[in-house]
Structure formats: structure tokens, C-alpha cells
């Protein structure tokens, strides 16, 4: 019992970090937006939180751990609405003696409202808040928890095979959570159109700079503390190995990743652009996140570098697509999630070609459905309420047409 109490009170240490995460987030989105769009992402972030949380305990948990018996896929076997502890939730018994039943849901709690936190900074500044909340509530409610049981909820994913090697890996959801948000930025953006002014005649990307770089820069510090409880706490108890070690290669991939982006962007660009050193660094933590446990400090630092190489590359190609992502969203979570699931099959202890093609196919699989999905949920808005403000909400600010107030009454500049 006591090794109980150790290993839960670790994890609900952990959920509060994750927790802390999304004020990360939603500093990060209104450091790199504009000024007069800060009341309508702070809006969305905290209808996120409050949502998910909601949603998860009304069917998400029950529907991502269907009954918790081996080989179920989530979808097929609903096991109703609302939790109520088993009866060996609050012993031993349960999940090894990790956690409690309770902080079990409370900690894949906070990773669910994850997902639609990535999509909402990729479509900051022009979409209907009705119809962001509306997607929210279905993307949260029905897309995560069923790739989460085909995966963590021991579904066919868990049980893919190819020649002798079973079982995709994804130790902490950098394609479960990171690119599952990902693929829903990607679709959104491109149903919902760039920003006014974004793209000129000629079609090069026009800078729209974010309007308080320092508060940018204190919700990726945010969010990097928070990983040590998004990865730490994937370990599933206070394991002093596993635990020490899957900090230490967390934290080791998200420094190369800045210092792979801000070298690689000078080599470019000729300047030291911060944002993108920001960006590298969550790049970094995004890569290492499916194989932290699997990576030596070596393999974390290579991870890292490539995903903040990889930022750059990824932000330079969506511009060219002339697709508008204020955030960066689409580089750090899709690309650099898809990167790190990859990297499981490259290095660490469970390299090897069958494993890389597991982990390919597990990406396909997770990622049509993402797509198809996010479609259905957005083209469907799009048809009826609509999903884009008018051009004069846009240009005067979402803050005041849609919330009736300003973030910063007593100093107002003028950002049209």
C-alpha cells in the first residue's frame, strides 16, 4: 500500500502538470497573434479545458478503455456513460499498483483536451467561435478516445504485427494526442482559408507578427515544464528508473530541438528568429515523446535535432501551400509527431524495419481516420452555421464582435 500511495501521488502530481500545460498553450497562441484577437483564444482554451474534462468522464474514458479487457477495439465494445470506480479501483490490484482508478481518469483527462488546444491556435484569428466549440465537442468526444483504444485501450493497434515483431508504439502520444490534433490543424485550415493579408497577389507569405513575443516565449518554458508530467507520468508510476530516465531524454530532445532550429534557421535566413527557436524546442518535445523510455540520452539529442530541423523545413512548406497557421501548429505537432513515431522503429530498443513499418502503418491508419473525421465534423459546419467570420469581424478583432471586450482596455494599438 505504501508503494501505492508513492506511484499515485506521483501520477496526480503529473495530471496537475499537464494541467498547467494548457496555460502554456494559450500563452503561447495569443504571444503570436494579434492584440485584438487575445479574449477569443484565452475563450476557446478555457472552453477546451472545461469541455474535455466533461466529455471524457460523460463517455471518453469508457469509450478509450473499453471495459479494460485485451484485444477489445474501443468502438465496438461502449461500456456507458459516466465512471464509477471498479472494485479494485483503490487497491494494489489496479493497473499494477501505479494509481488509483480516479487518478487514472483525472490523468488521461488531461491529455483529451490536448488535441483540440493544438487545432485551435492553427485556426486563430478568423474562425466562428460557435463553430470551434461545436467541433470541439466531437473531435474531444468521439475521434480521441477511439484512436486511443485502438492503441492504450489494448485495440488492434497494440496487437499489429508484421513478420515477428507485434504491437505499434506510441509510449506517450506523439501520434495518440499530437498528431491526432495535427490532422484535424491541417484539414481545418484548409476549409477555412488563410488570414486577410497572409498571401499577397503574387502568393509569398506576408509576416503577420504576434503581438507580445515574451509571453510567446514564457508559454513554451510553461509547456516544457509541463512535459514532465505529459511524459513522466506516462511511465504509469513513480518507477525511479524509468521515470529519471525518460526526463532526462525529454528534456535532452527539446534542447537539441531548439538548437537544431535556431542554427538551421540562421544557416537559412541569416537572422536568429525566436520563434523558431521556441518552435524547435517543442518540436523536440513532440519527437521524443512516442520512444522517451526506449531512447538513450544519444538517440534523444539526434531526435531532437532532426524535429527542430524538421520545424523549419515543415513552416517554410506550409507557407508554400499557402495554407495560414499562426501558431506553427501543423510543423511541431504533425510533422514533428509523425517524426518521433517513426523514430521508434530507428532507434532505441525497439529498432528494426518490421517495427518502422508498424509504426508507418499505425501513422496511415490513425491518420485517415483523423482526416476523415475532421472532415465530415468541419465540412458539415461549413454547409450550415457557417465556420468563418465576416472580413469586418476579422479585421476589427474577434474580441470585440464576438465577446463585447478588450484584453488590454487601457492600451490599445492599432493592429487592422
Same mark, same amino acid.
Given at each position: 500500500? &505504501? ?10 502530481? #503529473? ?9 502554456? @498553450?494559450? *500563452?503561447?497562441?495569443? =504571444? ?17 479545458? #472545461? ?11 469508457? $469509450?478509450?478503455?473499453?471495459? @479494460? &479487457? ?10 456507458? %456513460? ?16 501505479? +494509481? ?5 481518469? $483525472? ?21 466562428? $467561435? ?7 465537442? @466531437?473531435?474531444?468526444?468521439?475521434? +480521441? !478516445? ?30 495518440? /494526442? ?35 513575443? !515574451? ?41 537539441? =530541438? ?10 537559412? +535566413? ?26 538513450? !540520452? ?16 515543415? /513552416?517554410?512548406?506550409?507557407?508554400? *501551400?499557402?495554407?495560414?497557421? !499562426? /501558431? ?7 510533422? #514533428? ?6 523514430? /521508434? ?6 529498432? =528494426? ?7 508507418? *502503418? =499505425? ?5 485517415? %481516420? #483523423? ?46
Amino acid at each position: 500500500m &505504501e508503494l501505492l500511495t508513492t506511484n499515485n501521488v506521483w501520477m496526480m502530481i #503529473c495530471a496537475a502538470l499537464v494541467f498547467f500545460m494548457h496555460l502554456g @498553450f494559450s *500563452l503561447l497562441e495569443i =504571444g503570436l497573434t494579434r492584440q485584438k484577437n487575445t479574449i477569443n483564444i484565452l475563450f476557446k482554451n478555457v472552453f477546451i479545458i #472545461c469541455t474535455g474534462l466533461l466529455l471524457y468522464y460523460i463517455g471518453g474514458f469508457n $469509450l478509450m478503455y473499453p471495459g @479494460f &479487457e485485451n484485444g477489445d477495439i474501443g468502438f465496438l465494445k461502449f461500456a456507458g %456513460f459516466g465512471i464509477a470506480s471498479p472494485k479494485n479501483g483503490m487497491t494494489p490490484e489496479y493497473a499494477s499498483g501505479g +494509481y488509483t482508478w480516479w487518478t487514472d481518469f $483525472l490523468f488521461q483527462g488531461m491529455f483529451a483536451a490536448t488535441a483540440a488546444t493544438i487545432v485551435s491556435g492553427a485556426v486563430a484569428e478568423r474562425i466562428k $467561435l460557435e463553430a470551434f466549440m461545436i467541433f470541439t465537442i @466531437f473531435y474531444i468526444g468521439f475521434t +480521441y !478516445p477511439i484512436v486511443g483504444s485502438w492503441q492504450w485501450g489494448n485495440g488492434f493497434l497494440s496487437t499489429l504485427k508484421i513478420g515477428t515483431t507485434e504491437g505499434f508504439y506510441d509510449f506517450a502520444g506523439s501520434t495518440l /494526442v499530437h498528431s491526432v490534433g495535427g490532422w484535424a490543424a491541417l484539414v481545418t485550415i484548409v476549409i477555412l482559408g488563410a488570414r486577410i493579408g497572409k498571401f499577397g497577389s503574387n502568393g509569398k507569405p506576408q509576416a503577420i507578427p504576434g503581438h507580445n513575443i !515574451p509571453i510567446a516565449a514564457a508559454g513554451v518554458l510553461i509547456l516544457w515544464l509541463g512535459w514532465f508530467g505529459f511524459n513522466g507520468g506516462s511511465v504509469l508510476s513513480a518507477d525511479p528508473t524509468k521515470t529519471s530516465l525518460v526526463l532526462v531524454t525529454t528534456c535532452l530532445s527539446a534542447a537539441a =530541438g531548439g538548437v537544431g532550429a535556431f542554427l538551421f534557421s540562421s544557416i537559412l +535566413y541569416k537572422n536568429y528568429d525566436l520563434t523558431m527557436f521556441l518552435n524547435g524546442i517543442l518540436g523536440g518535445l513532440v519527437g521524443i515523446t512516442a520512444g522517451a523510455d526506449l531512447m538513450s !540520452p544519444n538517440e534523444a539529442v539526434i531526435i531532437g535535432l532532426f524535429a527542430g530541423m524538421l520545424i523549419i523545413l515543415s /513552416v517554410a512548406f506550409v507557407d508554400k *501551400l499557402q495554407l495560414d497557421d !499562426p /501558431v506553427g501548429a501543423i510543423a511541431v505537432h504533425l510533422i #514533428c509527431g509523425i517524426w518521433g513515431t517513426l523514430a /521508434v522503429g530507428i532507434f532505441g530498443e525497439k529498432a =528494426g524495419v518490421d517495427q518502422f513499418l508498424i509504426q508507418g *502503418l =499505425g501513422i496511415l491508419i490513425i491518420g485517415s %481516420f #483523423c482526416i476523415i473525421t475532421s472532415f465530415i465534423i468541419v465540412f458539415f459546419l461549413k454547409k450550415t452555421i457557417g465556420i468563418r467570420v465576416s472580413e469586418k469581424e476579422e479585421i476589427d478583432g474577434l474580441d470585440s464582435h464576438e465577446h463585447g471586450m478588450d484584453a488590454y482596455p487601457d492600451f490599445r494599438i492599432n493592429q487592422h
